[in-house]
Each structure stands twice: as structure tokens, then as C-alpha cells.
């Protein structure tokens, strides 16, 4: 799990664009194939996918429509499982595992933040965030005191009783971003973040993830968006289940 790291607000001065070195080896996968039946057809959306992530870095995953991008996300979330090949997430083998141990891995390793927000609707940012903590069984207290201070965090605190529709997009990302942070992941999983957004939110949000990788998160962004890409340190390109570049990026 990462360390408690207090996260910088935004709006704040940042220092010249970081890398940060690479830590231990979270996630390892190898020859990882999936394929799904379609009728009488079978479709391949991953073909013996190799990849490994450490602790630090900031990676984008790119490819168009059909890339198997979507389905290479699901399989590193732990939404969905392998064909054929081998995951391991932070050492433990997820390929076999059972719905239940996923769901575990899930809300103990993995925070989610989604283009779509996946808010409760009728519950305050402040409940909403606090949802992975009351799925992880901590006590009222404590995840109170922590989802109040992961909505500070992501500059919140005055909106944190205020629902969802109450709330501009960019701020209902925040929230989303917050609540990913709650259970203080091993890693950060954002599918197309800015997606319902207007560009100058869409900048902010991700200023925002700029922050959250130099206070010390491991980052994942899953993008069809070039200018969005590039805010990342590594990008891996997809073309028909198979990845076609991994680099890093040094600008």
C-alpha cells in the first residue's frame, strides 16, 4: 500500500516537470491473451500482452477503438481476468482468482476514478468518498477523518455536504479523485478522466494528477487524447491486442 503522503492542492506552484525514480514492481504480466465469443465469432481483444509497472511511475495507455485498450484496463483493475497468461499484482497471482479475492484486491490496491464519475447521486461528496472505507470496514471515526481530509486534499473542503448535482463537473472528478485516494492505493486507475469534461477543467484535472505523482502515487491513465497522453511519463500504445510502442517521455 502506498504511504499516508499528505497531497498537495491544487492551484499550487509546481516545480519543473519530475520523474520520479522507479520503485518495487507492482504489476507483472505476461503472454496475456483474452478473447470473447460473439456469436459464432470470436473476438481477440488482447494476444499474449506483456507489462510491468513499479511503484512512481506515470504511465498512459493509448490505442483507438478496438485496440483492446478497454479490455487491457479491466484486466490491470482486476474487473475481469485473463484468457490465458499470467497477472501479478504486488506478487499475489490474480489470474485464477475468485470474484470475491478480486473485489478485495480491488478496494484495497486499486483507486478508480472514471469518465463518467460513478457517483451516488443522492449522497454528499463526503459520503461518497467515504464509500471504500465502509466496504473496508473501518470505524465511523476514522473513515470520516479520512474522506474529510481526502476532499481537502483535492480542494474540496467547502463542498464536502454538497450532492453531486450541486457540483460542477470538474469538482465531481475531484470527488472522484478523492475517493480513489481514500484507501490509499498501490495504484491510481483513471479511464479517460477528462472525457466528460471542457478543456480548461480537463487541464486542471490533470494538474491535479501532476500533483498527486510528485507527492509519491503510481498513476495509470487509460486515453484516446494525445495532449492528455503526454502529461504522463511513460505512453503504451496498442494496435490490435498487441502493444505496438512503450516509451518513455522525457518532455
Known sequence: MTPDIPIAVPGAASPA???????????????VTKFYHMGDEVVHALCGVALRVH???YIAVMGPSGSGKSTLMNMLGCLDTPTDGHYQ????????????????IRNR???????????????????NVELPLIYAGLPHDERRERAI?????????DRMFHKPNELSGGQRQRVAVARALVNRPSIILADEPTGNLDSKTGEEIMQLFEHLYEQGNTIIIVTHEEDIARHARRIVRLHDGLIASDIEVNT
Open 17 to 31: 516537470r519530475l520523474h520520479r525514480p522507479r520503485g518495487a514492481l507492482v504489476i507483472e504480466i505476461e503472454g
Open 55 to 57: 511503484r512512481n511511475e
Open 89 to 104: 499484482f504486488n506478487g499475489r497471482d490474480v489470474s485464477h482468482m475468485t470474484d470475491d479475492e478480486l473485489a478485495e
Open 109 to 127: 490496491e486499486i483507486g478508480f476514478v472514471f469518465q463518467t464519475f460513478n457517483l451516488l447521486p443522492r449522497s454528499t461528496a463526503l459520503h
Open 149 to 157: 481530509q481526502a476532499l481537502h486534499n483535492v480542494g474540496l473542503g
